[in-house]
């Protein structure tokens, strides 16, 4: 089952914030977070599992609702260079082998 | 430094050609990895898990006859499109996982953009 991102697209100017969000209609075991430029292969941000966990890095961060069955990326003070598309990647079980089913991710772009 | 790469980064073949791509993970072994399509401005689909040593396991609606995955050793797993047409003209990405938890970050290849004339 394929996760639901909103917003399918965001515009910025430099140094404005940015939540994206990631929604499951199942349980989910995993999230992973990956931002992806054109022509480029996916870059991993960070994974947060079951159990109400939080992460960040630099302004970048992330929570995980299990509850709610959702994900949010925090994007604070953004920089020119967080332009791209934000991908979620949901495992609904912990035994699937990691196999990841991603959203059809969220377009980000940050204007000067 | 790059974790895993791809090869060719892109190609250009007739209808009808099959097409190898290869992956390799080149800091560490990798027992399974995944290969993804991705057609322009949609999402990552995933095709099928190569694991080292055993037959792939293909998702639902990908044609086992057509996407033939070999995973020769724990560095290297090739995909080769056989028999292409140009709807099978997109760009190709493989992953892999260091380990076989949910914790391990699963690390994307640069991708090979496959068109087909």
Redesign the interface.
Known sequence: QQPVQSPQAVILREGEDAVINCSSSKALYSVHWYRQKHGEAPVFLMILLKGGEQKGHDKISASFNEKKQQSSLYLTASQLSYSGTYFCGTEIEETSGSRLTFGEGTQLTVNP | GAV?SQHPSWVICKSGTSVKIECRSLDFQAT?M?WYRQFPK?????MA?SNEGSKATYEQGVEKDKFLINHASLTLSTLTVTSAHPEDSSFY?CSV?RG????????????T?LTVL
């Open positions: 895993v399974t995944f949609q999402s990552l689909m995933l898990t990405i996982k076989s938890t949910s914790t391990d970050t699963q690390y994307f290849g640069p991708g953009r």
